[in-house]
């Protein structure tokens, strides 16, 4: 068991494991410390960073410092752009729903359930307490339209609906969303459950067939391999650019400035860091080519 650490301890403890206050001094970081953020959150962020053989890093505090700030500001701004999302598939399949004769709006739930391992308990989870349906949904419980499901399974369950109606609908609007909304789902459940979301930084792997398609289609020049951050921020924006409509865009590209404008804000701090600097730089422009091509005058 640990023990509970001052914020001069915590301090001491930053500079036995490598970090520096050059750029930010110690006093100043007391202070970050106190009011802007703790050390388990600020501290996770070393994981970006490379450790020296004997399990120390080489990082400035202020490195760290900007990190934590970044991804603050990252989950504010992500977080709305995958309510976007939901709300924006929910209207195409309430449209494509709509418009099919022979369904009722209840039978496509009752496929559904019957072909996948999803049940009536999972869609109505967050409207139930000890295995009763609260008395306002009681009535929806055993006869289920979609328009009533929609409005209360969780994202996982809306994600396999996406899925399940794709698969048998062989409707290709919904191909993207649903090969990639899992990495929608990444996304969401950092920002929403404040987790982490630019780490590691290092750790790069191919990008996606659909994103390799998307930057050849806009002419985004960008490194093919890239880190798991960068993939899942990048499959969010194309999903949004995808399936929103324009107003939602135009909103989207004012709260996507701010961000790009943190990004770039302390990009000096990071010029020993090549792998950082590529992330900052490859986001930038996926952010920046959206921001182009969704902003009215």
Excluded at 29 to 52: G, H, W
Excluded at 60 to 74: G, P, Q
Excluded at 252 to 276: E, F, G, P, V
């Amino acid at each position: 068991m640990k023990n509970k650490l001052t914020i001069v301890a915590q301090i001491q403890k930053l500079k036995d494991k490598g970090i520096y206050f050059n750029i930010i001094n110690e006093e100043d970081a007391q202070n970050i410390l106190l009011d802007k953020t703790y050390l388990f959150k600020l501290f996770y962020f070393r994981k970006s960073f490379m450790k020296n053989i004997d399990g120390s890093y080489n990082v400035e505090f202020a490195c760290l410092s900007d990190l934590a700030s970044i991804d603050m500001e990252m989950r504010y701004t992500l977080l709305q752009l995958t309510l976007d999302i939901e709300h924006s598939l929910k209207v195409l399949l309430n449209k494509y729903l709509s418009m099919i004769p022979n369904e009722d709006g209840y039978n496509i739930i009752d496929q559904f359930i019957d072909k996948t391992n999803i049940t009536k308990r999972d869609i109505f989870k967050y409207k139930m307490n000890k295995n009763e349906v609260y008395p306002e949904w009681e009535k929806f419980y055993q006869n289920t339209p979609y328009w009533v499901a929609f409005e209360i399974m969780s994202f996982y369950h809306f994600e396999k609906f996406v899925t399940f109606y794709y698969e048998t609908s062989k409707n290709r609007i919904f191909k993207l969303a649903s090969n990639q909304l899992v990495l929608v789902r990444n996304i969401r459940n950092s920002c929403a459950h404040n987790s982490v979301i630019n780490v590691p930084l290092f750790d790069d792997t191919n990008v996606t067939a659909e994103l390799n398609s998307y930057f050849s289609l806009h002419n985004i020049e960008v490194h093919f391999k890239q880190s798991k951050p960068f993939i899942d921020i990048a499959t969010l924006l194309m999903i949004h650019n995808k399936y929103c409509n324009q107003s939602i865009k135009n909103r989207a590209s004012s709260n996507l400035q701010r961000l790009l404008q943190r990004l770039s804000l302390n990009r000096d701090y990071y010029d020993s860091y090549n792998y950082i600097i590529k992330y900052i730089d490859s986001i930038s422009k996926v952010i920046n080519h959206y921001i182009e091509i969704n902003t009215c005058e």
